[in-house]
Each structure stands twice: as C-alpha cells, then as structure tokens.
T-cell receptor, first 115, second 111 residues
Framework: AQSVSQHNHHVILSEAASLELGCNYS??????LFWYVQYPGQHLQLLLK??????LVKGIKGFEAEFIKSKFSFNLRKPSVQWSDTAEYFC?????????????FGTGTQLKVEL | DAGITQSPRHKVTETGTPVTLRCHQT?????MYWYRQDPGHGLRLIHY???????DKGEVSDGYSVSRSKTEDFLLTLESATSSQTSVYFC??????????FGPGTRLTVL
C-alpha cells in the first residue's frame, strides 16, 4: 500500500521567510501528486497538483512544488511566506493500481507564520 | 467552491448510540468519499462510492457503514458510536479524475 511521509509536523516561520515542506511517497509507479491546504476551521482546498510534464508545478498564492521522481519526493515551496499562510498543509498521492480513484494523505504539517 | 454540504456540522453523542452523517452534492459527480481527520494521522479514507449503490471499504472502515441510494447523497453511519470515533469527518467528491473536492466537515464528539 502507498504511504506518504511529511517529515515536518510543525513549522514556525517569520513573515518573509522562505518555506519548504517535505513530502515523500513510497509507490514507484505512475502517480498523481497534490498539496492541499486547510486554513483554521475550514475544509481542505487544493493548492497545486502534478499529473505529468514539467516537474516544477506552480499553484495558487505563490506556492510551487517540485516532483523529483528519483527521490519519490514532491516538496512544497514558497519564497516569502505571509501571516495568512498559517494553516495545515497536506501532501496526497494517487496511485494507478486500478483500485478506484483513491488518494493517500500524509499526516500534515502545521505551519505558523509569525508577524 | 464545489457544491458540497455536510450535515450536521457539529454533533455530540453518547457511546453506544447510532449516528448518521450526511453528505450532499450538487455537482452530479460519480465518486464520493468519507474521510476522518485526526491529529497526527492526517486524513484517512473510511469508505468510498463509485456510483449509486456501489461502495467499497477504505483504510479505516471498521465500525462504519455507508449507503448511496441517490447520486447526490452519501450517508455515513456509525452503528454504535465509540469514543475512538470522535473525529472530524470530511466528505469529498470527484468526477472521476484524480482531483477531489472537500466538504466543510462534521465535528463529531462521542462521550
């Protein structure tokens, strides 16, 4: 079964600092990759996604992620965070196993941005 | 935002009582999912549906059942709630592609 690891559980940054959140997955075949964000008290929203093509994916609000197949990684980055980026971030992977359209989520990274 | 509603949004119940959570969509999407979200575990799939009356188990299905009698509604039932089922429950929908859209969540507390 697929597993997704997010190594940073809690991250605290000052405004304008750069952000990189790690995500590694276990499946070695074809995958679709996602980052979702959950602002306090809200539901999950899609931040960005990778299906194929250019491994550097740009999402909303200045976020980007890079797919490195050899490292089974899909790390999320933002050059300069804002206080409003305080949220929980989830990496998710869809594997093509024929077992339905299912995603496996990581355990999440809680980001706090301080003024 | 995708047209997904969940009801109730908050519920407190006692151990041993049955509980039913409802997910309603207006997008006519084929796939519907129930997840639970717990600290340190992220989101875990409980059950999913790939069409009316077609459902399958997810990663943490024990103690839960589901039903889908109409395209727009996907019900999650806890036959006899336990304290370990205290969680936030999210419904999600998908048109068949890999992208899923999430509802607002239901916070369930089992005392």
């Amino acid at each position: 079964a697929q597993s997704v690891s997010q190594h940073n559980h809690h991250v605290i940054l000052s405004e304008a600092a750069s952000l990189e959140l790690g995500c590694n997955y276990s499946y070695g075949g074809t995958v679709n990759l996602f980052w979702y964000v959950q602002y306090p008290g809200q539901h999950l929203q899609l931040l960005l996604k990778y299906f194929s093509g250019d491994p550097l994916v740009k999402g909303i609000k200045g976020f980007e992620a890079e797919f490195i197949k050899s490292k089974f990684s899909f790390n999320l980055r933002k050059p300069s965070v804002q206080w409003s980026d305080t949220a929980e971030y989830f990496c998710a992977v869809r594997e093509f196993t024929g077992g339905g359209n299912k995603l496996t989520f990581g355990t999440g990274t809680q980001l706090k941005v301080e003024l | 935002d995708a047209g997904i509603t969940q009801s109730p949004r908050h519920k407190v119940t006692e151990t041993g009582t049955p509980v039913t959570l409802r997910c309603h969509q207006t997008e006519n999407h084929r796939y519907m999912y129930w997840y639970r979200q717990d600290p340190g575990h992220g989101l875990r799939l409980i059950h999913y549906s790939y069409g009316v009356k077609d459902t399958d188990k997810g990663e943490v299905s024990d103690g839960y059942s589901v039903s889908r009698s109409k395209t727009e509604d996907f019900l999650l039932t806890l036959e006899s709630a336990t304290s370990s089922q205290t969680s936030v429950y999210f419904c999600a929908i998908s048109a068949g592609g890999p992208e899923q859209f999430f509802g607002p969540g239901t916070r369930l507390t089992v005392l």
